[in-house]
């Protein structure tokens, strides 16, 4: 069964952050502060508090900054890997990967996150809960949303019709994907629910990273999901946002324009202030 033991967290925090200038022309997105901290030095610790200490941090752009942050945290494992070119999510978690191909004798898990999305510890355990529960290869962090401007800047799923969708907290089904898609247009979307880029993997995952570049010039991570669906692999889904998602409240959770800044500052000094958060 997956533990915490064979589990590394995996954040993809190589990027340039060119929709945040000015500001990420001198500081790299993973090092805005929310209400105070770091947004990565945010996520580490809350993984740090769901039990998951074993990290993996993919940098790039002012790699130097991040890593001096970093090493500020104890207790941690911690391990770099860098991205020379940003090519794509997907390039960038098989950067991350490569080193386990030869481990074939354990069964590794990977949470895989960006580093512009914090979500609580009981959110990352409800995840890895339904890993464990639905023997699942993938496991997609979801946001529900009638908001059909939601799909500029997320990748949307289809549902199987034998999901129950009363159903997409628990941690026991969740929801059976069957397809996904990266950025569709209005008449493409396939359901209410968006996948958020937070993620667990197994190892299977390594076999579907080689994919083609989309029409952005990357290699998107929903174009090696959408393989290992075809594969019969299972991938499930959970809505990890207690609230329907719009345009306008979005940058709260996703860090992308200067004005989510803001937002996502004000939902912390709430959450700070009402818990032991650091």
Same mark, same amino acid.
């Given at each position: 069964?997956?533990?915490s033991?064979?589990?590394?967290?995996i954040?993809?925090a190589?990027?340039k952050a060119t929709?945040l200038r000015?500001l990420s022309?001198?500081?790299p997105k993973?090092l805005?502060?929310?209400?105070g901290? !770091?947004?990565?030095? *945010?996520?580490i610790?809350?993984?740090?508090?769901a039990?998951?200490i074993?990290f993996i941090?993919?940098?790039g752009? +002012?790699?130097?900054?991040?890593k001096?942050e970093?090493?500020?945290i104890?207790d941690?494992?911690l391990?770099?890997?860098?991205?020379?070119?940003q090519?794509g999510?997907a390039d960038?978690?098989l950067?991350?990967l490569?080193?386990?191909?030869?481990k074939?004798?354990k069964?590794f898990?990977?949470?895989?996150?960006?580093a512009d999305v914090?979500?609580?510890k009981q959110?990352?355990?409800?995840m890895?809960?339904?890993y +464990?529960n639905?023997s699942?290869?993938i496991?997609?962090?979801?946001?529900?949303?009638?908001d059909?401007?939601?799909a500029?800047g997320?990748?949307?799923?289809k549902?199987?019709k034998?999901?129950?969708?009363? *159903?997409?907290?628990?941690?026991?089904h969740?929801?059976k994907?069957?397809?996904i898609?990266e +950025?569709?247009e209005?008449?493409?979307?396939l359901?209410e629910?968006?996948?958020? !880029?937070f993620?667990i993997?197994?190892?299977k995952?390594?076999?579907?990273?080689?994919v083609d570049?989309?029409f952005r010039?990357?290699?998107?991570?929903?174009?090696?999901i959408?393989a290992?669906?075809?594969k019969g692999?299972?991938v *499930?889904?959970?809505n990890?946002?207690d *609230?329907?998602?719009?345009?306008?409240n979005i940058?709260?959770?996703?860090?992308?324009?200067m004005?989510?800044i803001?937002?996502?500052?004000?939902?912390?000094r709430?959450i700070d202030?009402?818990?032991?958060f650091?």
């Open positions: 069964m997956p533990s033991i064979n589990t590394y967290v954040i993809l190589a990027g929709r000015p022309n001198t500081i993973p805005i502060k929310i209400n901290v !770091p947004i990565i030095s *945010r996520i610790h809350t993984f740090k508090e039990g998951f074993k941090i993919l940098v752009y +002012k790699q130097q900054a991040i001096t970093l090493f500020k104890q941690i494992e391990e770099f890997i860098e991205q020379t070119n090519l999510m960038g978690l950067l991350c490569n080193q386990f191909k030869e074939k004798q069964q898990n990977f949470f895989v996150t960006a914090v979500f609580s959110k990352i355990n409800q890895f809960s339904l +464990k639905a699942a290869d496991i997609l962090g979801l946001m529900k949303s009638k059909k401007k939601i500029i997320h990748g949307n799923v549902i199987s034998d999901s129950e969708l009363n *159903r997409d907290s628990d941690i026991k969740g929801l994907i069957v397809d898609v +950025k569709p209005e008449n493409q979307i359901s629910y968006y996948s958020l !880029p993620y993997f197994n190892q995952i390594i076999y579907y990273l080689e570049f989309s010039g990357e290699k998107e991570m929903q174009d090696s959408k290992s669906i075809k692999d299972i *499930r889904g959970i990890i946002i *609230r329907d998602i719009t345009i306008e940058g709260s959770y996703h860090l992308t324009f004005e989510d803001i937002k996502m500052d004000k939902r912390f709430y202030k009402n818990s032991s650091l």
